[in-house]
């Protein structure tokens, strides 16, 4: 595939949408607020339409074929996000415990519930395939990262201002996560693909309509949420983007050749673990009042890096896949 195509039909597509989200927020026609509403209909039911219908269309040849892609995804990007831990918690003097776990929501995190979709469709084409990885990273991001950050974060509150927080099940967030549509909907697909009951053809145009909007919502959302967002670089924004646009897919794409990984899978995986930062980082710094303006700074450099990585890692994974 060439770097035109990529570039006219992935990433071009994003950067007018986006753009069209950001104009909108700054003129004043859409806020901070509506953006959150958007982001409530994405991943509450576009997104889990869309991983639903893709997956139950699956076989179950192709999950077992699928089972190192879950290895690889879980590892690296749980890998990544405990080095963004610990790196901007000990390598940084003023930052907290606090202020580390929001980096690695932010930093050790892929949008992919946002960008996923619109990104890997319009490179790897529509099929199952694009949505077990969108599902899988999804899975991990949100029922397995989030949960892990939270808790790093309330552990640093309430080390700091002790009863500052609620003392809760350290399971609870977990429990949570996966109470979502975003992570159920995904599990549910793959059980009913397992069982190995067929999937009517006459039923996918109902989850359909929903699912479309998904990328196009989530894209224009993304455009207003920045809208709203102060812009400051600094040293820790700058290096957040640099762990997140490059440390990440270079350790998932060495696990994926160490393990072997099915050529195809293990390029789709590369490009959504490239993929910027996670909002939900910043809409969790924002909710505890942490790290807000170096997040979204780093957010939103890893937005624009995004461009060139994007069909860098693509040449890059072709090339190494060509070289073992």
């Avoid at 179950?60 to 918690?89: P, Q, S």
Wanted: one cysteine or more.
């Amino acid at each position: 595939m060439s770097f035109s195509h990529i570039i006219l039909y992935a990433i071009v597509p994003i950067i007018v949408v986006m753009l069209a989200g950001f104009i909108s927020g700054k003129k004043g026609v859409f806020s901070g607020a509506d953006a959150k509403k958007f982001n409530k209909v994405v991943l509450d039911y576009a997104l889990p339409a869309a991983l639903f219908v893709s997956i139950v269309q699956a076989s179950r040849e192709m999950l077992v074929k699928d089972i190192k892609l879950t290895l690889v995804a879980t590892i690296g990007i749980m890998a990544c996000f405990m080095l963004v831990y610990f790196i901007f918690k000990y390598c940084f003097r003023k930052n907290t415990g606090a202020d580390a776990s929001v980096s690695a929501l932010i930093s050790g995190s892929p949008t992919i519930g946002f960008l996923g979709f619109a990104v890997l469709e319009p490179i790897f084409g529509t099929t199952p395939a694009v949505a077990l990885v969108v599902a899988i990273v999804g899975i991990v991001v949100n029922a397995i990262g989030i949960p892990v950050g939270l808790s790093l974060m309330n552990a640093s509150l309430e080390k700091q201002n002790p009863g500052s927080t609620k003392k809760t099940s350290a399971w609870k967030p977990v429990l949570h996560a996966l109470g979502q549509p975003v992570a159920w909907a995904p599990i549910l697909a793959v059980i009913w693909v397992v069982i190995g009951i067929p999937w009517p053809s006459w039923a996918s145009p109902s989850f359909d309509l929903i699912a479309k909007a998904n990328a196009s919502m989530a894209v224009f959302s993304a455009g207003i949420t920045l809208s709203a967002i102060k812009f400051t670089l600094n040293w820790q924004a700058v290096l957040g983007s640099i762990l997140k646009m490059i440390m990440m897919p270079a350790v998932v794409l060495a696990l994926g050749l160490l393990l072997h990984m099915n050529p195809l899978n293990l390029k789709m995986l590369v490009v959504a673990s490239a993929l910027p930062p996670a909002f939900s980082g910043i809409i969790i710094a924002d909710e505890y009042d942490t790290y807000v303006a170096t997040g979204t700074s780093s957010l939103t450099l890893s937005i624009i890096l995004f461009i060139g990585f994007c069909p860098l890692w693509i040449w890059l994974t072709d090339l190494t896949l060509a070289a073992v």
